[in-house]
């Protein structure tokens, strides 16, 4: 299936390709790079790393919103990836990463200002509090060869990217703003590069996801982007958005000794810790045991902003925009991975009793009971729908994966989108992706077997130079690799999806595409014509054919265009 074992600790890995300087003047200044090539059909692309696009914020503007890099002197060698931003990696078991972290990576098929591609820009995942935006896990290979330009980057984490008191001291949602800055410098820069400022993409997964909705929101984000794909992540999430950010800010001051109900105090003593300091601090608050059931991990993550005189990221909460329509009316992607929290059902077995015991602690932060009766009551009728009598047990795990499955992931997607579809006249797409992979970059760090997990979609997304996921030729994965990246470009080329001509419908009715062991059905399930292939089921008796069914088994696809009157 994989052509390669996976080394997980191998951040430095040498690979043999025939690689050459190349040198691109921005209004930066020069900037040097590499033309290299593909690592499944060897096709040459151009990589430039490390690029800054905002100053360092350190010392008292640690929480502060960025502002846009200097141009340098001489030539800018963008041949390697600079430091990400501090996190607690979990290969590494340790925290990684500096303060001057704000960096962005470029990668295109061709350097020709009049080349006009079709450009995507990736927000990494990690809950808001992890990650970093490299090829050690993102790689271009396969999206660069759908000819497109490629953009990733790294943005702040943590307590340093989204601390909030709820005043000009620490405005929150740095991070997400580093993100907007991003995008200002993509759009003043990208066609330098082969890429078309007005046919950009945001897209991301997980954190990454959440990010994509939270720019179709925010006014800070407006005309920097023209499509939005959604990975396994909204901004209505329960881990995706922070409705108590400055008692939480206050409470990560008791956990350093600081003794004030002073936010400028506050932030000034917080600004002389460490990074290092301030995220073991904020991952051992105590609330975050009881949250963490409903998807709460973190403690420092979005949220709504106070009007202090400045540029606001998020003026109110995900819902409240979404239901008032102040959002950007371009056409959407999203889906899910059908198994999305089986990683996160096997971290929770070892805590089955206080499961069992407090089943409330589930329910989603923005349902806002306060009434502990009311809450009890709601819990139990969660635990019933899901479980009937039975009690959460390794007899369960089937029911428990659903169940988080939707609290975690799958209801906030599909009810955001259900909103989203009567507020904007864009289409929007949804998938889901069910392919059983034999890898994942989740299943390799918590040891998952089964299922389509969170995350496992990436791994078909792009090349990873930690994982070295190159697919043998003609297998069952490298398929996936082209069927699924196709599915994500044609959307950034062109906005629109798998829809057929003869699949469509009349312009006012929600419609999908279901694609399925080798059969196309329509909406109501008839079938309406054969696979590319032509044959039948029972025709697909080979090997290859095997194949084939499995890979069209993988992503049913639900293609949705919404006409609201």
Known sequence: MWSNKFVLCAFVVAWAKAEQDVQLEIPQGFLKGLKTSTVMQNRAYYSFKGIPYAKPNVGLDKFQMPEPAEP?????????????????????????GEEDCLFLNVYTPVLNKDACKAVMVWF???????????????????????????????????????????????????????????????????????????????????????SVQFHMMSPMSDGLFNKAILQSGSAVNTWAISYDARDIAFKLGEKLDIDTTDSAELVTKLAE????????????????????????????????????????????????????????????????TADESSFYVQMLLGNIDQINEHFENFLPNDLNITDAGQKNQ???????????????????????????????????????????????????????????APFGMIKSLVQVDDGAAHGDDLTYEFYSDALKNVPQPDSPAEKMVRIYTTLLTNFAK????????????????ARWCWITAGIVKSRHGEEEEKAASGRSERDEETEEEEEEEVIRNTVREYNTTFNPE
């Open 494 to 509: 062109d906005g629109r999806g798998w829809v057929r001509e003869h699949e469509r419908e009349k312009e006012e009715e």
């Open 124 to 210: 990494h995942g990690g809950n808001f509090n992890h990650g970093m935006g490299d090829d050690v896990f993102y790689g271009p290979d396969f999206l660069i060869e759908q000819d497109v330009v490629l953009v990733t980057l790294n943005y702040r984490l943590g307590v340093i990217g989204f601390l909030n008191t709820g005043d000009k001291n620490a405005p929150g949602n740095a991070g997400l703003k580093d993100q907007v800055m991003a995008l200002k410098w993509v759009k003043d820069n990208i066609h330098y590069f082969g890429g078309c400022p007005t046919r950009v993409t945001i897209f991301g997964e997980d954190a990454g996801g959440s």
């Open 273 to 336: 810790f460490s990074p290092k300091e301030l995220i073991a601090a904020s991952d051992d608050l105590p609330f975050l045991k009881q949250s963490a059931m409903n998807g709460r991990a973190e403690a420092f993550i979005p949220s709504v902003e106070a009007d202090i005189g400045q540029e606001i990221f998020l003026p109110a909460d995900p819902w409240t925009l979404l239901k008032s329509g102040k959002i950007a009316d371009v056409p959407v992607m999203a889906g899910f």
């Open 72 to 96: 340098w002197e001489g030539t800018y060698d963008g041949t390697y990836h600079r430091s990400s931003c501090p996190f607690f990696c979990t290969i590494q078991q340790d925290i990684i």
């Open 378 to 436: 709601l819990g139990e009728s969660l635990k019933s729908y899901y479980f009937g009598d039975k009690l959460i047990s390794t007899e369960t795990t089937k029911e428990f994966m659903m169940m988080l499955d939707d609290v975690m992931f799958d209801a906030g997607i599909a009810l955001s989108l259900e909103v989203l579809s009567s507020r904007i006249s864009s289409p929007i797409y949804q998938y889901i992706f069910s392919y059983e």
